[in-house]
């Protein structure tokens, strides 16, 4: 009996022990500044990290800790990272939310990013902080299965595919056009990037289809495309992730069908598609078989969704490997679904269902936030509100305050939980009149949520808008949508079955999605619209629970207002 109770000790620790072997740290060192880059064959500046657009890919091994080394070497801002889908269970602090967790890191100044990925997946980074995004600020994050650990499909290669869109106009300038009186829309983007790469003044397809010039590329263009090489008759996967600012996507590839596997670092039942809707703030993996002719090439095409297209397709070759990569399609790209054909879309969404044996979600929740989201004014600025409150951000981050108790450096009073009953989310408000705001939702630990994202009409009739909802710290449940104004009868058509575990789930035109989440990580964690230019004005809330578990946040992180002054009255 001893010798039994020995080996299986043994046996144990040797198993502790492989694990600690097996997980790593990899150490990067970043440098992030402005430089001059081609995205779409049109000179501008962008924001790059050691002189790459887009940034640096990390790839990582789940239970691999990360250690970035953030310099900022922009003369004149501050600048922060998130690490898009990454839960960061135990350090809120390196969630990289200027003014939520942590300080923006002033120019000269280097803040180290130290975080564990506990979960393999499809993520990626990028900034938080004013526009930064549509400044280029971004980066690939992919996590790949622990040592001893089996994926639920197979695949012979992989390649990713980071999407943003781009402008010409500086995100400076786009950052004042929205924040002025009166006005000013940034506009549709020019161009669609896939890995940081559009062509703006020429098409890759301009032979079949007639438009633009033909572009004539040598290939160590900045513009030129990354053609994705494959040998026939094999299954690869493609890692698909948004940065986009605005606009939503939708994915083709030519005469080859899709099998959707993963969705946000999730797996999820296999689903073939022959098109993929994606929003800003959204990742999924699918399989492709190679399995047409290999003596031609097929176009890899994004087109824009949900929005009027007024930029070009997005265009890459996937190219058979006994064929020439130079050889161009001679059909013309897929067409996407039309724009507006929202019950495409939203058969595509519904289709999404967790894998089985996921995690099911709580049966019943503690507490209901629902969320009206609306386009507003406030003293002539046009802004978006929720409930009525468009959140402005305060100088101290959130997570200091309420870990030190500094009860002046934001509204102690909560937003408010609902809106009024009457009403019409169909038509304009009467009064479009709100206010600034930057008031919590303190949750209770370990309970569960439910929340429910409620769209209505803009300030102009008939008017609403998709809007993609990233929650940090947390995955939740999508537990259904629907039509209108969401009522408690609703409730009857929820999933609690198979619900789809995401971070950003799409909330469509005059239509609500229901979210179920446990409140089970401490920090604060916003929860916000990834469309930048609705966040920026004012298109978010903030969530806090468990604040009083968080140890160990470094000083640094919070060296600024009234966080700053705390710590230096308190120092030893």
Known sequence: MVYRDCLILITCFSFLIQLCLAAKTRYFKWEVEYMYWSPDCMEGAVMGINGQFPGPTIRAVAGDTIVVNLKNKL??????IHWHGIRQLGTPWVDGTASISQCAINPGETFVYRYKVDKAGTYFYHAHFGMQRSAGLYGSLIVEVGEGEKEPFHYDGEFSLLLSDWWHMSSHEQELAISSKPFRW???????LINGRGQYNCSLAAHVTNTLTQCQFIGNEQCAPQILHVQPNQTYRLRVAST????????????HKMVMVEADGNYIQPVTVDDLDIYSGETYSVLIQTDQDPSKNYWISFSVRGREPKTPQALTILNYQTASASHLPLSPPPVSPLWDDYNHSKSFSNNILALMGSPKPPTSYNR????????????GFMKWAINNISLALPPTPYLGAIKYRLRNAFDQKSPPENFPEDYDVMKPATNTNSTYGNGIYMLKFMTTVDVILQN????KENVSDIHPWHMHGHDFWVLGYGEGKFKDEDVKKFNLENPPLKNTAVVFPFGWTALRFVADNPGVWPFHCHIEPHFHMGMGVVFAEGVYRVKGIPNHALACGLTGRFLMSHRH
């Open 368 to 379: 209901r936030i629902i969320l009206l989201m609306t386009q507003n004014t406030i003293d």
């Open 244 to 255: 986009t600012a605005l606009v939503s996507l939708n994915l083709q590839i030519g005469t």
């Open 186 to 192: 940034i506009g549709e983007p020019q161009s669609l």
């Open 75 to 80: 003369h004149t801002e501050g600048v922060v």
């Open 456 to 459: 209505a009409n803009a300030l």
